[in-house]
């Protein structure tokens, strides 16, 4: 059930699985069209080994408020939103994962507050842009002429109607603002790297991907880890997903990162 709370004046939605016996706190941010629902798998599996885990959904996705801000959905202001939520829920020094477009919001967030996180983990996200998308702008001239629910009767509920998943990817596409989900479509083309500035940090960094990844590049998400003197971990039989592909696995590789800090 998700708890409502104001941030930056608008009303976000948020999940927290409490553990048993906390050992540390951990953020996760869910990616473009994605929602907290993302994380539902692995999140009651990270609290059973004592994590306290705080999802969201994203400023204008599924039933966090559609924004009435000027630059509500930059870049910026999405990682403030995390700053915030780790500062109202009390969390100290959470480990912050970000999924796919939520690695690119993690990476302004350690920027903008790099002493607010323990550590960073990538998860099959990017340095910057994805390059190579022609299925992003055709998104983006879709989201732009069409409402969230005549987008989904045109073009997804034929594809997805037989996902195991169905309701709940109905469900947020329907309900989210077209543009937050237009902005950040665009910031999938355009968004320029922080790498640098997040080496220079020397925050602890993991970047993940599934084997079948095909957003990012893979020698691009490789080359991400190099230039963090991060450890890089491939998980197998997962493509983009590997939060919902193999749970279990992506939670031990998780666990041994941050355990090893």
């Known amino acids: 059930m998700a708890t409502f709370v104001d941030i930056q004046g608008e009303k976000l939605a948020v999940e927290i699985y409490e553990p048993t016996t906390r050992i540390a706190d951990v953020v996760l941010v869910h990616g473009w069209t994605g929602s907290k629902e993302d994380f539902n798998l692995i999140g009651p599996l990270l609290a059973d080994m004592g994590y306290r885990v705080l999802t969201f959904d994203n400023r204008g996705q599924?039933?966090?408020?559609?924004?009435?801000?000027e630059g509500a959905y930059e870049v910026r202001s999405l990682a403030l939103d995390v700053i915030e939520l780790v500062k109202s829920?009390?969390?100290?020094?959470?480990?912050?994962?970000?999924?796919?477009?939520?690695?690119?919001?993690?990476?302004?967030?350690?920027?903008?507050?790099?002493?607010?996180?323990?550590s960073l983990t990538l998860f099959c996200s990017g340095p910057h842009a994805i390059p190579g998308k022609p299925e992003l702008q055709a998104s983006l001239e879709i989201l732009a002429s069409m409402s969230m629910q005549e987008s989904w009767d045109r073009f997804k509920e034929e594809t997805d109607k037989l996902l195991p998943r169905y309701e709940i990817y109905k469900k947020r596409w329907t309900a989210s603002d077209p543009r937050s989900t237009h902005t950040m479509a665009l910031h999938l083309q355009s968004a320029e790297s922080l790498i640098k500035e997040i080496?220079?940090?020397?925050?602890?960094v993991h970047v993940i991907y599934g084997e079948d990844d095909d957003a990012w590049p893979l020698d691009l998400q490789d080359q991400m880890a190099k230039d963090l003197a991060a450890p890089r971990t491939?998980?197998?039989?997962?493509?983009?997903?590997?939060?919902?592909?193999q749970p279990e696995e992506t939670?031990?590789?998780?666990?041994?990162f941050w355990s090893a800090l």
Not at 89 to 113: D, M, N, T, Y
Not at 251 to 256: P, S
């Open 62 to 69: 599924h039933e966090s408020a559609h924004s009435v801000r």
């Open 251 to 256: 939670v031990r590789v998780l666990a041994n």
């Open 89 to 118: 829920f009390g969390f100290v020094k959470p480990h912050l994962f970000g999924h796919s477009f939520g690695g690119l919001i993690s990476q302004r967030a350690v920027v903008e507050s790099p002493d607010t996180f323990s």
């Open 234 to 245: 491939i998980i197998k039989a997962a493509g983009h997903c590997p939060n919902e592909d």
């Open 199 to 204: 080496a220079a940090l020397k925050i602890p």
